[in-house]
Structures are given as structure tokens and as C-alpha cells.
């Protein structure tokens, strides 16, 4: 079977690790770039990872997506806030199968592809891994790694299954899901409590679990959340608030990928994590004050970290 | 009649302008003091109003209870952070008939002098008055000034009427309410939202008004704390709402005393404004799920203001 031609859109540090990984087990990997183009030319990738470093010296390395051409799969790994630039950089990454993968966070990412380019081209994958891009071309793997892939209708194809086998190849945990966007709403379970409150108290997720008030809130978020997607017919038990916690015990101080970003100054993905599901659960019917008031305050918040001068009084 | 002798605790901004008001017009008033003492006693008490300044340069002024002994009406003015030292403060100045009336902020003051002197003692007042203590001995009165004064239990009594008539000769617009408690929660209905969002999302009152998330967060937190009261027995008619919002218009880019206070990095009183409210409206079994997670936010925040080594990680 003729190998399948990869493009990565958004090379930071998920774009540039998951395709690293492909590359490095001879996968045929083109990467779209920005910042860090000139020094992947002329210093190739580096991964350092607790499960072993290593550096892909000759990267395929592109500046725009008409170098590229029609790919195979396209991986997209660009921050959501970032989504209005796809409906040009895709087009001259499509031939008639071409199939997108939004690797992003929350949700609305697939139906936004599916807006512009047909439900059919569009998959997704969650991404459970702690990454960071410290360096143009260098980046930092701190834990897990896991990957979950899904069509955004439907159960899994043979297009998915040799993503996932791909994947594996690579040495990267992967498996296939029947539901890919129940899997989105099971992982805005967490996300949506750890990440808000870690924003808006200030909290990492060993502080939320410490106290006693944002503990209650994050058990009621986590509630809200389970509710809105099952009105939408994506049913989660409600003892996987229990389990969640549970996992979160064994975290420690870990700052989530939002709250680091609304720390260092970077955008917050305010829309995908909080704003897409709180506008799904309210056109669903269902109440999620929690949810409402924390999105205000994460937008707010998020707003004036980015334009400080919204803020002039 | 015999003048009311009036013992003033805590003489801030609140207890100095309102003690300096009714010295200035010929009252027998007395101030319990602590930092502001040896200024006061040098220089005498200094107030800067858009109504007029002036200066009391004879103050009694004191550094113990004990000093100024047994008063017919003693007005605490002190933060409700530090309601843990009026069990100690009070008591020398309690004759038999002796009125504690609390101009205090929020919730559960007058339940908390209650507990300690006999409900038969107290009485309340709340203060609509933007006030800055700016050196020892000199507040700057910014604007308004109303005083509503009222029974813990019950309506008005004579000594309620003489409190009332002794504030008006003084120049201060006071007037007696039916319910003081009914007025705490309505004053309680702006301050919750309005204060809360503005520690949260750093936003003044403008800027809330301005953002229509906040906004509509306002409304609902506004509806949940009509909703608490009234099943409480303190009816406040849902219209209360827009006649709050239209009030708030008119207030410019006000920041509520709560948000100084915290970005200065004073002491906020989360548990009168937002933990006491919350737990009386969880005890009549009332949801309010925004104010829950308002106050976890706000409890959260101001503690680490008050001890930023909480946060160390």
C-alpha cells in the first residue's frame, strides 16, 4: 500500500512533536511553518522526551502549503484562535480524498473544517500530552502522549485505522474511538473546571483539589457539562466525575496548557474550551450557570491579558 | 431629653465621617481608635467632602474601650474582617440600655452581635457613601451619604427615630426602614454582582455594563440573590433588577469599594458580601450556582492577596 503523504498545519510544539514522531519512523511528513521555518532548515527538529531524545536532521520544511501540495492526511495542530487562517492555508493541501485531522482543542473544530471543506475530509484526534516549544525547532515532551482518533460521523474507517497504525508504529499510544466527539466532551469534563478555575483563581489543579469551594465547583462544572452532552445525545456516566478526580489527585501542582498560556501572556483557546460548548448546551436546553459565568469571566480575563489597553481607566 | 453619648468602633473613613458629622453638630461622641490615635489627638479629625470641608479639633478620642466606658448608642464601623474583636470591645461600653448598631457591610453582623450581646441590643444602618480614609485623621468624602437605619427585629422604635433625627441635624440624609434586613439583601443585590465581578474579572462598573456576557452574568446573579432573600421571607420584586442596572449606568467607571480594597490589597469582606449570603440561601434551600462559584473564585483570590506565600509552587 502506498504510504500516506502527511502535512502538518501548525508546527508549534504538537504539530512539531506528533510529526516528528511519524518522521522519524520514515512516514512521509511535510510541515507547514512560520516562526520556526529557518531553523528547522538549517537545524533540523529536537524532541526531548522522558522516553528518549532524539533530532530528525533533514526536515521537509515548507513556508507555504502550495510547496506542499495535495497530501494524503493534513494533521492540524494550530491553536484555535488561530482557525480563520485554514480556509486558505488548506485548499492547496487537498486532492479528492484528502482527509483533515484537527488534533485542537475543545470543540467546534470539526464542524468549522466540515463548513468549509465537507463533513466527509474531516477527523479528529485528542491529544492527552504535555508538550511545550522551547526553542525555534526544539521541543519539550513532558508526559503521556496518548492519542485518540476518531471520524467526526460516524465509527471508524479503514482511514482511521491506518492513522492509528501509523501512530503506533511511531511509538505513539493510539487507538481508534467509536464517538469522537463524545471523546471531546469527556475531555471538556476536565478541561472546562482545571483549566477555567486554574485562570480565574489563580489555582493549579493541586489548589483546586485543596480547597474545598473550588472543589464543590469543579465537581458542579463537571455536572453541567455531563448534562449538556448527553441533551445532545453523548452520553457520559455521571461516576466519571468520581474518576476524574481521582486522576487529578495524582497530578500534583500541574498547570494547565490554558493556564500556563493566560500566564505567559499567550491566547487563551477561550472559545473551543469554554465558549462552543456553552453555546451547544444552551441551544440544547440545557442550564449551565457555571459554565456562563465562568466563560464571562475567562473572556474577560483573556481579553485584557492579550490588549492590556482595553483596560485603561 | 438627655444627648445620646455615642461610642464610635473602628474610626476608619465610615466611623470617622459619620462620628465627625454628628460631633460637628454639638453630639457627645466618642471614638474607640487604634493607628489614627496620636494624630488624632495632635491634629483633631479633618474632613475633605464635596459637601464642604471641615476640621474637629477637639476629638475623644481613645485607645481602649475601657476609657470611654458605658455609651447609649455605640456605632461599629469596623470591617467585618475583624468582627472577632468586638466580643472584646464591646462590653465596657454596654450600660443597660445600651443600642449596638452595626454600619457594617453585608450579611450576618447583626446576627453575630446577636449572638454575643442579646438581640434586643441591635440595631443596623446601611451606608450608601463612597468614602477614603487618605492619612490618619483626614477622610475624603467623595459622594452620597444616605444612612438607613433599622431594628434587627422589627420596625422602627423610638430609639431608631432618635438616631435618625440626631444623623439629619447632623447634615446626613438618614431615614428608618420597615425591615433592615430586607434592605441588607437589596443593597446585596447590586453589591454581589457588582463587586464580585469587579475582584473576578477585573472589571469596574462600566466595564461590566459594557461587556454582555458579564452583563447578563449580573442579571442571573442579581435574579439567584431575589430569589434567596425571598425565600427567606425578604421580598424584593424582580423589576429591582433593571431599576439596578439603570442605576449602575449612571455610575461611570466605578470601582466598588470591594475592588479598591483588593487592588490595593486590603482585606476584602468576602464572608459578609458573598459567604453569608450564600450560606443562608443554602439553608432555605435556595440554588444559587453563580454566587457559589462567584464566592470560591473571590475566596480563592483574596486570600492569595492577603498571603501571596499560598500560592508559592
Known amino acids: 500500500m502506498k504510504p500516506i503523504r502527511y502535512g502538518i498545519v501548525g508546527s508549534g510544539a504538537l504539530g512539531g512533536y506528533y510529526g516528528a514522531k511519524l518522521a522519524r519512523t520514515g512516514c512521509d511528513v511535510h510541515f507547514l511553518m512560520r516562526s520556526d521555518l529557518e531553523a528547522v532548515r538549517r537545524n533540523g527538529l529536537t524532541i526531548r522526551s522522558k522516553d528518549g531524545d532524539f533530532h530528525l536532521p533533514g526536515v521537509n520544511a515548507y513556508g507555504s502549503p502550495a510547496e506542499i501540495g495535495p497530501c494524503d492526511t493534513v494533521l492540524i495542530a494550530m491553536k484555535t484562535t488561530s482557525n480563520t487562517a485554514l480556509p486558505t492555508l488548506i485548499p492547496p493541501l487537498l486532492g479528492p480524498e484528502t482527509a483533515l485531522v484537527t488534533l485542537q482543542n475543545g470543540l467546534g473544530n470539526e464542524e468549522f473544517l ?6 466527509r475530509r474531516v477527523m479528529g484526534g485528542l491529544c492527552f500530552v504535555c508538550l511545550n516549544r522551547t526553542a525555534p525547532g526544539v521541543v519539550e515532551h513532558y508526559g503521556h502522549g496518548t492519542l485518540s482518533v476518531g471520524e467526526f460521523k460516524g465509527p471508524p474507517q479503514d482511514r482511521t485505522m491506518r492513522l492509528v497504525t501509523d501512530f503506533q508504529r511511531a511509538g505513539v499510544e493510539a487507538k481508534a474511538v467509536q464517538s469522537l466527539i463524545t471523546e471531546r466532551w469527556r475531555k471538556l469534563v476536565w ?13 493549579n489543579v ?5 480547597d474545598e469551594n473550588l472543589l464543590a465547583n469543579a465537581r458542579a462544572l463537571m455536572a453541567e457539562v455531563i448534562e449538556a452532552a448527553g441533551k445532545q445525545g453523548y452520553a457520559i456516566r455521571p461516576d466519571f466525575i468520581e474518576d476524574q478526580i481521582q486522576r487529578s489527585l495524582s497530578m500534583g501542582e500541574y498547570h494547565s496548557s490554558s493556564q500556563v498560556d493566560y500566564e505567559a501572556g499567550r491566547e487563551v483557546e477561550v472559545e473551543s474550551i469554554w465558549g462552543e460548548p456553552l453555546r451547544q448546551a444552551r441551544a440544547a436546553g440545557s442550564q449551565t450557570p457555571r459554565l456562563e459565568l465562568l466563560y464571562a469571566l475567562l473572556s474577560r ?5 492579550m490588549n492590556p489597553q482595553i483596560n485603561a481607566d
Open 114 to 119: 466540515a463548513s468549509h471543506f465537507g463533513a
Open 191 to 203: 478541561n472546562i473546571p482545571f483549566n477555567g478555575l486554574g485562570i480565574a483563581a489563580g489555582a
Open 301 to 305: 480575563l483573556a481579553g485584557v491579558r
Open 206 to 210: 493541586a489548589q483546586v483539589l485543596a
